[in-house]
């Protein structure tokens, strides 16, 4: 009886030690496959390295190819709101939902992007607060204040598709 007493202690003893050595997981981390800097995206940091290398005229000229050209603009940020948009609201041609969204660190320098994204009431309206998101859709309207510091990019997009980054997503590459 002593024995088995002795080998349990020293068995759970073991156990918890070794238990014990596994790293913690960051409960509030993003996910692996949030990474607006080396994504798929249209301002992912070798493209907005170009974009902001740009000058003014071929900017405009770069933004209006984007406008006209739908569903071309891919991003991933992480969602602050959301709202329904009244019919005869500025913004209401683009779609029933807004929600407005965050890249959380810069993607090239010091330059933040900030993202208002149109889409269908059924696109926007599960989106929580705090979470990664990546869109697909058509550049409405972007802002650039150059002379700003920090710099900022301030994008509008007519989104056609919007989902949720999880752990179990595959990365854009």
């Not at 009886?1 to 918890?16: D, I, P, Q």
């Not at 070794?18 to 913690?24: F, M, N, T, V, Y």
């Not at 330059?111 to 994204?117: A, G, L, P």
Request: glycine share 6%.
């Amino acid at each position: 009886m002593r024995r088995s007493l002795t080998a349990l202690f020293f068995t759970s003893a073991l156990l918890a030690v070794s238990g014990c050595s596994q790293p913690k997981k960051d409960l509030l981390a993003l996910p692996a496959a949030y990474d607006p800097q080396g994504a798929d995206l249209t301002f992912n940091k070798k493209n907005l390295e170009s974009f902001n290398m740009m000058k003014p005229q071929e900017r405009d000229d770069f933004v209006k190819a984007l406008q006209d050209k739908p569903g071309s603009f891919r991003g991933q940020a992480v969602t602050e709101a959301g709202n329904g948009i009244a019919a005869g609201v500025e913004g209401s041609e683009h779609g029933a939902w807004e929600t407005y969204a965050h890249v959380t660190e810069p993607v090239l320098f010091e330059i933040t992007i900030d993202y208002r994204i149109f889409s269908t009431e059924e696109l926007g309206r599960p989106l929580g607060r705090n979470l990664p998101i990546s869109f697909t859709g058509t550049l409405v309207d972007l802002r650039y204040d150059a002379e700003a510091k920090p710099r900022k990019l301030t994008i509008q997009v007519k989104a056609d598709a919007m989902e949720l980054i999880t752990d179990k997503t595959t990365p854009a590459s």
